[in-house]
């Protein structure tokens, strides 16, 4: 994409339970801006949107709660048991996401901006525009533990989560910058700050 930027573009990316969010949380209390792929996932198929008639065109209309919105759960099912409606699912959501997401860094004035985008490995052709990429890494049997803590799940359901994601070298091989998240979560302040300093320093 050409368009002339005024901050530079961080994305923010990790495995599941890497601590993605307590970084992002971080860099947020800083005053950098932060913007979710999540949350956008969720505000392009907001009712009245044109990504929630696609989803309803594609699966119909029991692809919605009884309150007119997307009924996560049910299609959370209907995905995982299907992978051809996984990818049309995800067809219609993610260059909606990436549009969002886009038009939020056209939009910041301050030195740098960053993206949280879990699964920017899976999708990198897509992200060509971000200016630098920030791993938020952790131990496979660390995420499996924190995994089964967070979600209340069994291990092989852990270990499956896992699986479906891009692997730890992949990721790595995509970083500019990695926050080893390893130990107690307090560690994250030094890593964020010092961060914070040298890309404020690049955006100069």
């Known amino acids: 994409m050409s368009e002339r930027r005024h901050a530079r573009v961080i994305a923010l ?21 932060v913007h979710d792929a999540d949350v956008a996932a969720r505000a392009v198929v907001e009712p009245g949107s044109a990504g929630l008639a696609a989803v309803v065109d594609a699966f119909g209309p029991q692809a919605l709660d009884a309150a007119g919105r997307l009924d996560r759960p049910a299609m959370r099912e209907r995905v995982f048991a299907d992978p051809a409606a996984r990818l049309q699912l995800e067809a219609i959501i993610h260059p909606r996401v990436r549009q969002w997401l886009h038009e939020r860094t056209l939009a910041e004035r301050g030195p740098y901006c ?91």
């Open 114 to 204: 960053l993206l949280a985008i879990p699964l920017l490995a899976e999708n990198i052709s897509h992200y060509r525009w971000v200016d630098r990429v920030l791993l938020v890494d952790a131990p496979e049997n660390l995420q499996i533990a924190r995994l089964m803590a967070r979600d209340g799940i069994d291990e092989a359901l852990a270990r499956r989560m896992l699986a479906q994601q891009a692997t730890r070298a992949e990721r790595r091989a995509l970083a500019d910058d990695v926050i080893e998240n390893d130990g107690d979560e307090a560690a994250l302040d030094a890593a964020v700050a010092d961060l914070h300093r040298r890309y404020q320093a690049m955006a100069a």
């Open 13 to 33: 990316t990790g495995g599941i339970a890497a601590g993605k969010s307590a970084v992002a949380r971080r860099f947020a209390a800083l005053g950098v801006p």
